[in-house]
């Protein structure tokens, strides 16, 4: 069993080491805190406890991880160099202007680059991560709407969509109507036009979706949310499937969001920091949070507070810049061509596992996909099987799961996105495994239900540990 | 390119597999007419890309080039060594949200254990996996108070750091929310007597506030609790937790603050990390991800993310927040920094802010013309006035490689000679001494 580090703490062990005060004291005039608690261990402990720590995870860098819609590429190591140099790390967001310019004009730079990418005209890199984006998004649209005096109130999100959307809309104040998705995996355009109406503020969509499927119709889906005094939303979770082939821009999106540590290859971090700037066209632009970046005649970079129309701030400073240099220094790293092989190689990726894999499990939709695809497990309902149960023995033969029982529209649904940074020879592991559990699933399915077997731990009882939650020592 | 592992023949392979010639035929499903132009971006090899990136780096001014008492919600303190090497292990920072716990232990058992420290510091009974930085942290709070209490008039103080006053208002403004703003007093505290007579959902303060000063804790408490109200205690210089009492001690109901100080650089304002903790009666309505003791199949003790019933995956627009991330890689980095700075260093270093700081006010309080704004007790910033506006001091201690503070008219209007002043334990005495002799000097050379 693992210890805590409260567990390694001695009375009179040192960890840190800092020079002795060299000022006179001054008593503080309040009574100081009694103790706090903290864990008293040497640096070579924390070093070991840590590093231990370390091997329990799972990673990118130690195999595969197809996680639908998190695009879990390889993050790329120079980039964690570059945002660690001190002329970046130890830059305080309060400095004069004239201190910052390499600063500034790098996010100048990468602003730039997105909206080319996206077809759109200005971003803002405050937004921290992708629901982050999305709350920035819709608040964008509901001050454009505002101000025409339209009172909108409702936001429309299709019914394969990721729970941030409507979570996003509920904090702008709308209300939310899911939009059903048809026989193709698209939006449902008989479904959508019966909830179109002056209400409407903002249609919300992935594209390609949570299916890994573009939207054929988007160009009359934009038409119609337009006509009906709407405005698109684009969630950019799912941007490395049409990056460099198609800008979300062009077809009829007003709004989009990035997500900068996914299609960009800045790290997860195990669940953050991320980064989810927003792209909007020219008539939302006034909106934009304060400050953005601009430059002056003189070629000299500053930030501009005086926004009068601005929603405001949604985090401080200027969101997560240090992720945001990592995806400048990708997206120089790939150039335009680049990126779009990146595309390229990331949906003929999916397509070929999609290949390997037809015939052994469920297709609900079975067309060419983008940079992802769903499969689903519900016959192995049959053995009393969970698609939970597919994910842990997938764990035994050291893949990462692919995201599971999501999208809700596909039950039991294995959504799985391989990325361009994976060899052919891996999917073809992979593919072997999961059609290997498929027949276990037949023949043995007690080894399912009891996985994983040669893991840190073994499965872990979720409902105990929810019936008395117990967060912290 | 060095990063896709597929060969043009594997390509090839592969597309004649699915029944192709070419790869455009994997984007039939994009209408022609909307094709992507060509994008012009020049692509960069490594040594190309090392070198842009290193001369753009050279156009900036930083912390360990130019001494800086710069402070207000970004603090520069020493990091051990060891936070960068252990935080910086492919396997916490190349993987994901914890899904599959099984194989995540390493990032599920740092977080139970920074959830603790959380719990520590700031004398609350559960804290959460850690939000995106303490403004937003703050709206959360105010969020799950409304909530809670089902009020719609929210009380903060103008001493709350401006920025997290702008992403309250900005997250509230179509949710209907009564916001109050409380005034600060001559000492530079929270004017508790202009709160209105009427039902709160809560009060915001931020302690430290924004001007250094201490606020008067237990009495806001005292005062929202009477009114029914719920405390948020906010705070942007976490380091003040090492000698202030903790704010669950105090009647806190909610905490929200910023953890950069805790071994995060100052990094241009970000990435940092929003620290949100409250009472366990509220446990069910807090946001964000939480991270829970567990037992696997064998009975050996596991962590596993729990109370996701709150949360947007399967709540969607009735969750408790939108949020369905958090700075895990930060909150790491403060659990490292904590671990190796322990009781006693992280208490040396709070002690060594809070003295320092003083023995420069008091310092600099000497010099004519030049005076403490605020007489309210502080902890290691505060706000000083200056003879005149406070950009020709700053542009002086500059030409010396000094960032002197933050002039505070950007913010508050009101404070047109007031710069906010910010001592850490990285500044030796003779850093602090120079500071004092060169704002004699520039005084000196005033009419």
């Keep these: ?473 | 390119m060095r990063y896709l592992p597929l060969t043009d023949a594997d390509r090839k392979e592969m597309l004649a597999s699915l029944g192709m010639e070419s790869v455009e035929e994997l984007f039939s499903d994009i209408p022609p007419e909307v094709r992507s132009p060509a994008l012009q971006i020049t692509s960069l090899s490594e040594p190309e890309l090392e070198k842009h990136i290193k001369e753009l780096g050279e156009k900036n001014r930083d912390l360990a080039e130019l001494q800086s008492f710069l402070g207000g919600g970004i603090y520069q303190h020493f990091i051990p060594h060891a936070v960068d090497h252990l935080s910086g292990r492919v396997e916490f920072y190349t993987a994901y949200t914890p899904y599959q716990a099984e194989v995540s232990q390493g990032t599920l058992q740092a977080i139970f254990e920074y959830q603790t420290l959380v719990s520590l510091l700031t004398g609350m009974e559960v804290a959460n996996a850690s939000m995106y930085d303490g403004a937003s942290a703050v709206a959360e709070a105010a969020l799950m108070a409304r909530s809670i209490t089902g009020r719609k008039a929210l009380a903060y103080s103008a001493a709350l750091h401006p920025q997290y006053q702008r992403v309250l208002r900005t997250y509230t403004q179509h949710l209907g929310l009564d916001l109050v703003e409380l005034p600060w007093t001559e000492k530079g505290q929270t004017d508790l007597d202009a709160l209105p007579e009427k039902d709160f959902s809560a009060l915001i303060l931020q302690n430290p506030n924004y001007f250094g000063v201490l606020e008067p804790v237990a009495e806001a408490s005292r005062v929202i609790h009477e009114r029914g109200g719920l405390f948020i205690y906010s705070f942007s210089e976490a380091v003040s937790l090492g000698l202030l009492p903790p704010p669950g001690s105090l009647g806190a109901d909610i905490v929200a603050g910023e953890g950069q100080s805790l071994g995060i650089p100052p990094s241009f304002g970000g990435p940092g990390l929003g620290i949100f903790a409250t009472r366990e009666q509220f446990m069910r309505r807090m946001p964000g991800r939480i991270i829970g003791e567990a037992r696997d199949a064998e009975g050996k003790r596991a962590f596993v993310m729990v109370l996701q019933t709150r949360e947007q995956h399967i709540r969607r627009e009735k969750a408790t927040s939108n949020i369905c991330s958090n700075q895990a890689l930060c909150a790491l980095r403060a659990l490292i920094y904590l671990s190796l700075m322990g009781e006693k260093g992280f208490r040396a270093v709070a002690e060594q802010c809070y003295h320092k700081a003083h023995y420069l006010s008091q310092a600099l309080e000497e010099i004519p013309g030049v005076k403490l704004r605020f007489r309210g007790e502080f902890f290691n910033e505060f706000v000083l006035t200056l003879p005149q506006e406070p950009e020709g001091f700053l542009n002086f201690l500059l030409k010396n490689s000094i960032l002197g503070g933050i002039p505070l008219k950007k913010y508050y209007p009101s404070l047109k000679q007031e710069v906010l002043v910010t001592v850490t334990e990285v500044h030796p005495k003779e850093n602090l001494d120079k500071l004092v002799h060169l704002l004699k000097e520039w005084r000196g050379g005033l009419k």
């Design chain 1, 1 to 473: 069993m693992s210890e805590l580090i409260f567990e390694k703490s001695k009375k009179g062990k040192t960890g840190f080491s800092l020079p002795e005060l060299d000022v006179p004291q001054t008593p503080p005039p309040f009574e100081v805190r009694q103790e706090i608690g903290l864990p008293e261990v040497s640096e070579p402990e924390v070093v070991r406890h840590f590093t231990l720590l370390s091997q329990k995870n799972y990673s990118v860098d130690t195999g595969f991880y197809p996680l639908g819609s998190c695009t879990m590429k390889y993050n790329p190591k120079i980039n964690e160099d570059l945002a660690r140099m001190k002329e970046f790390a130890l830059l305080h967001p309060e400095q004069p202007e004239g201190t910052l310019q390499g600063a500034l004009e790098l996010l100048y730079h990468l602003e730039r680059y997105l909206a080319e990418i996206t077809g759109m005209s200005r971003f803002t890199f405050q937004p921290a991560a992708g629901a982050h984006g999305e709350l920035t998004g819709l608040l964008l649209i509901r001050a454009y709407m505002d101000e025409r005096g339209e009172k909108k109130d409702t936001v429309l999100i299709p019914d394969s969509a990721h729970g941030t959307n409507p979570a996003s809309a509920a904090l702008t104040g709308c209300q939310v109507i899911e939009v059903k998705s048809d026989q193709r995996g698209g939006v449902d355009l008989e479904d959508l036009k019966s909830k179109l109406s002056p209400k409407v503020m903002a249609l919300m969509l992935t594209n390609p979706n949570t299916l890994g499927l573009f939207d054929e119709n988007i160009l009359e889906v934009s038409r119609l949310v337009h006509e009906a005094g709407g405005l698109l939303y684009y969630d950019g979770a799912n941007l490395n499937g049409i990056c460099g082939y198609v800008r979300p821009g062009d077809t009829g999106f007003d709004v989009v969001h990035l997500n900068l540590h996914k299609t960009f290859s800045a790290p997860h971090g195990g669940g953050g920091p991320g980064a989810g700037p927003v792209g909007v066209k020219e008539a939302l632009v006034p909106y934009l949070p304060v400050p953005t970046v601009e430059r002056n005649p003189e070629g000299k970079f500053y930030l501009q507070w005086e926004r009068p129309k601005s929603i405001g701030m949604v985090r401080s400073f200027l969101g997560n810049f240090l992720v945001a240099l990592k995806a400048y220094a990708y997206i120089l790293t790939m150039g335009g061509e680049g990126l779009k092989r990146m595309t390229e190689d990331a949906v003929l990726n999916a397509n070929y596992l999609l290949h390997l894999l037809r015939g052994h499990y469920q297709l609900p939709y079975d067309r060419i996909c983008k940079h992802e695809f769903v499969l689903s497990t519900s016959p192995l309902k049959e053995y009393n099987l969970k698609v939970t149960d597919v994910a842990k023995r997938l764990l035994d033969y050291g893949f990462h799961a692919p995201t599971i029982a999501f999208p809700l529209i596909v039950e039991g649904a294995l959504m799985i996105e391989p990325t361009e940074t994976e060899s052919k020879e891996t999917l073809e592991a992979f593919a072997r495994a999961l059609i290997q559990i498929e027949e276990e699933a037949r023949t043995n399915p007690e080894l399912l239900r009891e996985a994983p077997h040669n893991t840190p731990v073994r499965r872990i009882d979720e409902v105990a540990a929810n019936r008395n939650p117990i967060l912290k020592k």
